[in-house]
C-alpha cells in the first residue's frame, strides 16, 4: 500500500483535527503518501483531493471542527457518483481509505469497498457515542463536558430564583450524553430514548423533591427527532406543578464545537495511527475501535446494525443519586 487517503463525513465533532492529524503523520511515518479528501464523499465525487505532509496539520489538534470539511453528498447514493468516486481515487493510485464519521458515513463506505473493493477503514467520529464496538466514540467526551459546564452556568440561576429547567441536549436515538451529564451536573431527572418517560413521571419525581424541600430542579432532556422536545415537556409539566417558575434552555450545535478534551484528543490520536496501521496490516471493511483500552477492529456492518446500548450502571446510578 503505497497511497491512502482521508476524509472526515457526517456531523462534525471535537477531535476529528487530531485524529486527521493522526492518520497523516501516521502514514508518513511509515512511508506512505497521504491524500486529504475535502468535503467526505461529495469531495471523492468532484476529485477535491489534496496531498497533504507532516505540516499540512501542523496546529490543528487542538481545534474543534475540521480542516477537511464536511458535506452531505446525494450523488455518492448513486451508481454513477460512486463510480464518479472510483475514477478519481485510482487517477490517485489510492489504496486505501480512512473514513471518519459514523452510521452514514460507514454506511457509504461499507457499500463502495464491496462494490470495488478499495480496503476501507472507519473511524468514529459522532459525539452521540452510540457506534457499536469501541467503548467511546471520537467528540463525546468534550460534547459532555460543553453540556456540564452550561449545566453549571444555569444552575447558578436555578438555585437564586428558585426554578425548574429543562435542559435539551443532544442525543436523538443515544441517552449516553444525557445520562452522563445528569449524573456529573446533579439533575434531579432525566429523559432517555431507550426509556419510556412520560410528563406525568416528570411530575410526580419533581413533587416528591419539592417535598424534600428541594428549592430547585434540573431535567436533562435527550432530543428527539426534532430539537424542542424539552418544550413539550415542560408545558405538560407546568400545567400540573403551578407553584414553580419553569424555564426550557436548548442547548443544541454548541455541543459539537470547541476545544476537544485531553480524553478526545487522545482517542482520535490513537484510532488514527489504528487505522493506519490497520490498513497497512492488511485490514478492510472494518471499524477501528478502543474497547477495555485495547485496540479492535469491528467489521463495519456491525458497527451500523448492532445497538450499543446504555451502561445499566449509569441508570442505577442516576436513579439512586438524584433523590
Given amino acids: 500500500m503505497k497511497k491512502i487517503a482521508v476524509f472526515t463525513s457526517g456531523g462534525d465533532a471535537p477531535g476529528m483535527n487530531a485524529c486527521i492529524r493522526a492518520v497523516v503523520r501516521g502514514a508518513i511515518y511509515y512511508e506512505t503518501e497521504v491524500y486529504g479528501i475535502y468535503r467526505g464523499f461529495q469531495g471523492m465525487i468532484e476529485g477535491d483531493f489534496v496531498k497533504m505532509e507532516s505540516h499540512s496539520v501542523s496546529n490543528i489538534l487542538q481545534h474543534g471542527g475540521t480542516i477537511l470539511k464536511s458535506a452531505r453528498s446525494m450523488d455518492f447514493k448513486t451508481k454513477a457518483g460512486r463510480k464518479l468516486a472510483y475514477n478519481n481515487l485510482k487517477s490517485k493510485g489510492i489504496d486505501g481509505i480512512v473514513?471518519?464519521?459514523?452510521?452514514?458515513?460507514?454506511?457509504?463506505?461499507?457499500?463502495?469497498?464491496?462494490?470495488?473493493?478499495i480496503p476501507v477503514i472507519g473511524v468514529p467520529g459522532t459525539i452521540d457515542n452510540d457506534i457499536f464496538g469501541t467503548d467511546k466514540t471520537i467528540g463525546f467526551d468534550t460534547a459532555v463536558n460543553t453540556t456540564l459546564d452550561a449545566i453549571d452556568k444555569i444552575r447558578d440561576t436555578a438555585d437564586s430564583h428558585g426554578r425548574i429547567f429543562?435542559?435539551?441536549?443532544?442525543?436523538?436515538?443515544?441517552?449516553?450524553?444525557?445520562?452522563q451529564s445528569a449524573i456529573g451536573g446533579g439533575a434531579e431527572s432525566v429523559i432517555l430514548p431507550e426509556k419510556d418517560a412520560t410528563a406525568?413521571?416528570?411530575?410526580?419525581?419533581?413533587?416528591?423533591?419539592?417535598?424534600?424541600?428541594?428549592?430547585f430542579s434540573i431535567?436533562?432532556?435527550?432530543?428527539?427527532?426534532?430539537?424542542?422536545?424539552?418544550?413539550?415537556l415542560a408545558n405538560a409539566v407546568k400545567e400540573n406543578i403551578e407553584s414553580k417558575d419553569i424555564r426550557v434552555t436548548i442547548l443544541g450545535h454548541i455541543q459539537r464545537g470547541g476545544t476537544p478534551t485531553s480524553t478526545d484528543r487522545t482517542l482520535a490520536s490513537r484510532l488514527g495511527l489504528g487505522a493506519v496501521e490497520g490498513l497497512l496490516d492488511g485490514k478492510k471493511d472494518v471499524m477501528a475501535g478502543v474497547i477495555n483500552d485495547k485496540m479492535v477492529y469491528t467489521p463495519l456492518k456491525d458497527a451500523i446494525s448492532k445497538t450499543k446500548p446504555l451502561n445499566p450502571d449509569l441508570i442505577r446510578a442516576m436513579k439512586i443519586l438524584s433523590i
Fill in 99 to 117: 473514513a471518519i464519521g459514523g452510521d452514514g458515513t460507514f454506511t457509504g463506505a461499507t457499500l463502495f469497498f464491496k462494490e470495488y473493493g
Fill in 219 to 232: 431535567v436533562v432532556v435527550a432530543e428527539k427527532d426534532d430539537p424542542g422536545y424539552a418544550v413539550e
Fill in 200 to 215: 406525568q413521571d416528570v411530575v410526580q419525581h419533581l413533587k416528591d423533591g419539592i417535598r424534600r424541600e428541594k428549592s
Fill in 166 to 179: 429543562f435542559i435539551e441536549v443532544m442525543g436523538r436515538d443515544s441517552g449516553y450524553i444525557a445520562i
